[in-house]
């Protein structure tokens, strides 16, 4: 199985920046299909971005212009570059790395995301 940690959480002001990480271990970082997700409290957990094993991206509309997700399979590590970031971005930030055949795939502790002034 495949471990995952996320990083780069924090508190930011409306119009910042974060870089949020997502490091695996333990299998084929290369071969999974590999996904951003958020959870705001009281909120269903909702798709953010995704990055198949092929290089293939698709995101939420929410956040399309503005998040960029991105893979370093030397480096076994997922990215979600957000900027101009909006109060309503606010939630926890989950990694979900999946097979194909998978219903639900291995996840993350999560990172909070602080957007306020």
């Known amino acids: 199985q495949v471990q995952l940690v996320e990083s780069g959480g924090g508190l930011v002001q409306p119009g910042g920046s974060l870089r949020l990480s997502c490091a695996a271990s333990g299998s084929i970082f290369s071969i999974y299909d590999m996904t951003w997700y958020r959870q705001a409290p009281g909120k269903e957990r909702e798709l953010v971005a995704k990055?198949?094993?092929?290089?293939?991206?698709n995101y939420a509309d929410s956040v399309k212009g503005r998040f960029t997700i991105s893979r370093d399979n030397a480096k076994n590590t997922l990215y979600l570059q957000m900027n101009s970031l909006k109060p309503e971005d606010t939630a926890v930030y989950y990694c979900n790395a999946k097979f194909i055949w998978e219903s639900r795939g291995s996840w993350g502790q999560g990172t909070q995301v602080t957007v306020s002034s």
């Open positions: 990055i198949t094993s092929g290089g293939s991206t």
